[in-house]
């Protein structure tokens, strides 16, 4: 059986690399979502307000990055953080990206517009269908690729700080009942 001087050194430790891990992902997410606002690395879809809502809700910047960092004052605004980082990575994963397609490609008018192309697709996924990836969205080139990579990093990543934030409130819980035992 461990002695509450090492369960309380083992309490710290963790703490130290749980600190660590969380940064690290912090700046992970924050990082992905800059990104998601320069598609192709060109700043114009930014300037002409053409980046899609997901990505302007900033959950990676502030959900499962600020939120995050604040990780080392309150665990309770980390979870939470991190799970609208987690849902909104979701939708929009599940949506698809925001870019100019062909209204023609869909129904017999002949227009292009932005919007979300994929959203309303009925009996079928672009995530599994590679086919569309290219000959749907016009602009910006490689939308769907980016808008997959990055959401799937900011998923992955926010799911990951849901786990390290539990094992911090257990962490916690057990330094807090484990330090009551000491002399």
């Not at 461990?2 to 924050?30: D, H, K, N, Y």
Request: charged residues 10%.
């Amino acid at each position: 059986m461990l002695s509450p001087s090492c369960t309380m050194a083992c309490s710290r430790t963790c703490s130290r690399i749980l600190g660590l891990s969380l940064g690290t992902a912090a700046l992970c997410a924050a990082g992905a979502n800059m990104a998601l606002f320069f598609p192709n690395w060109d700043v114009t879809y930014l300037l002409r307000g053409l980046i899609g809502r997901h990505a302007m809700l900033g959950s990676g910047l502030w959900g499962g990055g600020l939120m995050m960092l604040t990780a080392l004052f309150s665990s309770g605004l980390a979870l939470l953080g991190a799970l609208i980082c987690f849902i909104t990575s979701g939708v929009a994963l599940k949506d698809g990206p925001f870019c100019m397609f062909d209204v023609s490609f869909f129904n017999q008018t002949q227009a292009w517009k932005y919007g979300y192309p994929f959203k309303d697709l009925h009996n079928r996924n672009y995530l599994y269908e590679h086919s569309l990836w290219n000959s749907v969205c016009l602009e910006p080139s490689k939308a769907v690729v980016w808008h997959v990579s990055f959401f799937s990093i900011l998923l992955f990543t926010s799911l990951l700080q849901l786990l390290l934030v539990v094992i911090h409130f257990i962490n916690s819980f057990l330094g807090l009942f484990c330090s009551l035992c000491e002399k």
